[in-house]
């Protein structure tokens, strides 16, 4: 019988994406853990490996192919021990695979290695042996969650492990209920009356005075989660001056004692550690809203923004407050330099307790973020600049920084907000203190 090989959700955003390249053609053979295509998500070019082993029986979408859904058929599969199909008679064009699948892929609950396959079999027995048969996003799940795949039993296509299953195992409860359970919650939303946008031609704006540029699949995914959040969130700005003159010293001697060793620390490496020593020292602050409590986190995972062409994306220094200024450093230089290219891993870009927003550089005074769900709260870094400060009745210049928090209220209210910036203030002003 032959096998589906579906579009991969890559990421918790990712609804469809780019199927970049493959890395087999029709009669070859490959075993799971085989990579076997590559695909551009709205975050990172990331590969495919396979979940079966088998012969490709039929590549349905072809290399360069655009917008094509999670869970979309991409290619067949003859199982083991089968031959394959003569291609010509059951494959239909690439073009038309991701039309074909809308149906499917249309069903919010369905996610990676998961398929409605309204005329296929019941799920057959989990294969036995030691290798496990699991989607892609299952194994990542189970990883996190420390649990034991050949324990969790598969609802998918063949026995297969698939992410409802894991999300089953994590509960306790049985697979099936928890497969159904996103779908009822996913039904609410699709109720709804869809906001109703005017074109720019009933707004006033002339047809043929502007050039449209299509959305991709990051804009598209940057436009409803921070729509979303800013609609959502309850949020609250705070702000604050800092002097940072004492800072830039302590940076170029520290970047003399480096000298040589490849390594250059930046202001905002040193903002990023000391965030992450004020979240330790105000763990209140370093929590994230769930609807069965508030979730006080363990490390300081500092989601860093970088701009990257088409958006913005936000790589995560894990356990900052455990980092020194050099491995900071060099951590955020190398996911920098990845998300540019779109190579990071998703656990790289996924997740994080608190986020930094750093405008400076380009001479922004001052400027609020919007909360980066599911994370409690950002900080948006402004330009240093000298100003006129007031110090013992006596007028002086001193170079200032404006830094805001924005914080979400279910988390972080307002007393919660400023003891982080007061933990914050003395870390930057004096950054001896990151020591002691």
């Known amino acids: 019988m032959s096998i589906d090989i579906l579009m991969p959700a890559l990421s918790p955003t990712m609804e469809e994406g780019t199927l970049a390249k493959w890395h087999v053609k029709v009669g070859d053979t490959v075993k799971a853990g085989d990579v076997i295509a590559e695909i551009e998500t709205d975050k990172a070019t990331m590969e495919v490996e396979a979940v079966d082993?088998?012969?490709?029986?039929?590549?349905?979408?072809?290399a360069g192919t655009e917008n094509v859904k999670v869970n979309a058929p991409i290619a067949k599969l003859a199982g083991e021990g089968e031959s394959p199909a003569p291609p010509p008679a059951k494959v239909a064009p690439a073009a038309e695979a991701p039309k074909a699948a809308a149906p499917a892929s249309a069903a919010p609950a369905q996610t990676a290695g998961e398929t409605a396959a309204p005329a296929k079999p019941a799920p057959a027995a989990a294969p036995t042996g030691d290798r496990v048969f699991a989607s892609p996003l299952a194994r990542r799940l189970a990883s996190a969650a420390n649990l034991d795949l050949k324990s969790i039993p598969g609802t998918g296509p063949h026995g297969r492990v698939v992410k409802a299953d894991v999300e089953a195992a994590q509960k306790g409860g049985a697979p099936r209920a928890a497969a159904a359970s996103p779908a009822a919650a996913a039904s609410a939303p699709a109720a709804a009356e869809p906001r109703k946008v005017q074109s720019l031609e009933q707004q006033g704006i002339p047809a043929g005075s502007y050039d449209l540029v299509p959305l991709d699949g990051m804009r598209k995914t940057i436009a409803r989660r921070l729509t979303d959040s800013f609609r959502d969130v309850p949020h609250f700005p705070l702000v604050i001056d800092l002097e940072i003159d004492a800072l830039l010293a302590a940076r170029a001697k520290i970047n003399h004692l480096l000298e040589g060793q490849g390594v250059k620390v930046s202001v905002n490496d040193i903002i990023i550690k000391a965030a992450a020593v004020a979240l330790k020292r105000v763990p209140e602050a370093n929590a994230s809203y769930t609807p069965e409590g508030i979730a006080l986190h363990k490390h300081a995972d500092i989601a860093v923004a970088v701009a990257i062409d088409g958006g913005l994306i936000t790589p995560i220094v894990r356990a900052a407050e455990t980092k020194g200024l050099a491995q900071i450093s060099a951590e955020v230089k190398d996911l920098a330099a990845r998300a540019k290219s779109k190579k990071l891993k998703p656990e790289e870009f996924q997740g994080g307790t608190f986020s930094v927003s750093n405008l400076g550089m380009f001479g922004i005074k001052q400027f609020?973020?919007?909360?980066?769900?599911?994370q409690g709260a950002i900080m948006s870094v402004g330009a240093?600049?000298?100003?006129?400060?007031?110090?013992?009745g006596q007028l002086a210049v001193a170079t200032v920084m404006t830094v805001t928090l924005t914080c979400d209220h279910r988390v972080v209210d307002g007393a919660i907000g400023a003891k982080f910036l007061a933990a914050f203030k003395p870390l930057i002003e004096e950054p001896l203190t990151l020591i002691v």
């Open 53 to 62: 082993e088998g012969v490709v029986e039929a590549i349905l979408v072809e």
């Open 368 to 374: 609020a973020s919007i909360i980066n769900e599911p």
């Open 384 to 392: 240093g600049e000298q100003r006129p400060v007031v110090k013992d």
